[in-house]
């Protein structure tokens, strides 16, 4: 390039800004370029479980001038808010903060699924909201606590539909069969306990069948097992603690299922092997 040259492209690149057409066309992408990098900011302090930081900067994300208030880019940026909420309610140690967390994070979810009902994120925003909900029940008293567990119940089974594929497709199973669980444990008089123990029973035992080799099998496994025995059937029990120790024999919740495996025994008369059970 001549001297000519040069001192022409230095007069348009310094006149440029002043140029409304220049300026039209750069606004967008600066714009597009801050809203990229608060999702990245974002991502980086929830990836590495700075929480309280990944909400301040997720939240910046609705204050960015332009941004499409519909798009899925703050519905997805709703999604981890509330999760950040969720997450900073795990490592709180006050009970009260805790729940104060869970109850944030409860209306976020909530909000989400009102405002961006059966989108992109909404099996998400079930699935967590399900979660929330059934810690929620672990620091509430008697009628709130059942009212949660019940209502957890449903955001799980209503995700269900929406998640083949889905990584989340286990983990929703799975906490959709111990919430039933644990609404059975509620109350040992409630009538209809065994019928609540048996969907928990046949949820877990389908979740096993489909992900033999799931990750989080000795869970569902462990999980069987006590409901199982809880419904008194017991010779089911043993055929569940003969399985685990088969396949999990290093797993940290052995010697709870060789107690289970013993008291089992136990019921069925199988005096001297429940004595032996007992022992390991």
Request: glycine letters at 4%; hydrophobic letters at 40%.
């Amino acid at each position: 390039m001549n001297r000519v040259g040069v001192s022409l492209f230095c007069l348009i690149v310094l006149c440029a800004p002043m140029c409304p057409a220049f300026a039209q066309e750069a606004a967008p992408a600066t714009r597009e370029n801050k809203i990229i990098a608060l999702q990245q900011e974002a991502s980086l302090y929830f990836e590495s479980g700075q929480y309280e930081l990944a909400f301040l900067s997720l939240d910046k994300l609705y204050t960015t001038s332009g941004i499409d208030q519909a798009s899925e880019q703050l519905e997805e940026a709703s999604l981890y808010k509330a999760r950040c909420k969720y997450h900073l309610s795990q490592a709180a140690n006050e009970p009260v903060t805790r729940k104060a967390l869970l109850e944030e994070a409860r209306q976020l979810f909530a909000h989400n699924l009102d405002k961006y009902p059966e989108r992109r994120f909404y099996p998400a925003n079930l699935y967590w909201q399900g979660r929330t909900l059934r810690d929620l029940a672990s620091v509430s008293e008697d009628d709130e606590q059942r009212q949660n567990l019940v209502e957890a119940s449903q955001q799980f089974s209503s995700a269900k539909p929406f998640l083949n594929g889905s990584d989340l497709k286990f983990d929703n199973s799975y906490y959709y069969a111990i919430t039933m669980g644990e609404i059975g444990d509620l109350d040992p008089e409630l009538p209809e306990r065994n019928q609540i123990y048996a969907e928990a029973v046949m949820a877990l035992e389908k979740l096993i069948l489909n992900y033999p080799e799931h990750p989080q099998r000795s869970q569902a496994e462990f999980q069987l097992l006590r409901y199982l025995f809880k419904s008194q059937k017991y010779e089911q029990a043993l055929d569940v603690c003969v399985r685990f120790q088969k396949k999990f024999p290093l797993d940290k919740k052995l010697t709870e299922v060789c107690f289970f495996g013993a008291e089992s025994l136990y019921y069925v008369g199988r005096l001297m092997e429940a004595v032996e059970g007992y022992d390991k």
